[in-house]
Nanobody
Framework: QVQLEESGGGLVQPGGSLTLSCAAS????????MRWFRQAPGKQRELVAA???????DYADSVKGRFIISRYDAKNTVYLQMNSLKPEETAVYYC?????????????????WGQGTQVTVSS
């Protein structure tokens, strides 16, 4: 199977920046897309940013112009650069990846999630 490990969360002041990383490991055959979600206390999980295999990106309206999703294909790693952070963006940020993994001589689809990393925006 495929495992995802996030890092880079922490405490940042309003207006500050933070970069999250998510590394995929396992018997990966291919990754079709990687996404970042977040979930604030008492709220539903929401899509923040996505990047597909062709390099196309998509962002939630609330983060457009401030967040950048990028991917280092050789290391199966995706990053989320977050700028001008706001207190209301305090949440657990989750990485998600979709693709195919190898098992024996068969490739199967995977839809994996990381454990989440806490981002707190506060003065």
């Amino acid at each position: 199977q495929v495992q995802l490990e996030e890092s880079g969360g922490g405490l940042v002041q309003p207006g500050g920046s933070l970069t999250l990383s998510c590394a995929a490991s396992g018997s990966i055959f291919s990754i079709n897309g990687m996404r970042w979600f977040r979930q604030a206390p008492g709220k539903q999980r929401e899509l923040v940013a996505a990047r597909n295999n062709g390099g196309g990106t998509d962002y939630a309206d609330s983060v457009k112009g401030r967040f950048i999703i990028s991917r280092y294909d050789a290391k199966n790693t995706v990053y989320l650069q977050m700028n001008s952070l706001k207190p209301e963006e305090t949440a657990v940020y989750y990485c998600n990846a979709l693709g195919y993994y190898k098992t024996d001589s068969i490739t199967k689809m995977f839809d994996s999630w990381g454990q989440g990393t806490q981002v707190t925006v506060s003065s």
